[in-house]
């Protein structure tokens, strides 16, 4: 069972930075896509930056040019920088991982970020 431990949620005036970091139990080089993902009340979660085996990632349109992911597989983690944020960006994110072998997905425990003067 892996298990993905997430940080850096917080509450930030609009324009400012958080930076939220997921670190899971065993190598990362056991999956083939990592990301971030974000879920506000009464809407299905939604995907914010995910990056895959070949080195691409994606983002979200809204987030693009603001977030940046990146990955440290010595320390088994991922990290989104989030800059300029804006109250939009209010939500519980979630980091997620896809395993090589299965497909299956594992979650971390959400952490919030609110954003708001």
């Known amino acids: 069972q892996v298990q993905l431990v997430e940080s850096g949620g917080g509450l930030v005036q609009p324009g400012g930075s958080l930076r939220l970091s997921c670190v899971a139990s065993?190598?990362?080089?056991?999956?083939?896509?990592l990301g971030w993902y974000r879920q506000v009340p009464g809407k299905q979660r939604e995907l914010v930056a995910k990056?895959?085996?070949?080195?691409?990632?994606n983002y979200a349109d809204s987030v693009k040019g603001r977030f940046t992911f990146s990955r440290d597989d010595a320390k088994n983690g991922w990290y989104l920088q989030m800059n300029n944020l804006t109250p939009e960006d209010t939500g519980v994110y979630f980091c997620?991982?896809?395993?090589?072998?299965?497909?299956?997905?594992?979650w971390g425990q959400g952490t919030q970020v609110t954003v708001s003067s």
């Open positions: 997620n991982a896809v395993a090589f072998a299965t497909g299956a997905n594992s």
């Open positions: 990056t895959f085996d070949g080195g691409w990632t």
């Open positions: 065993g190598s990362t080089s056991r999956f083939y896509a």
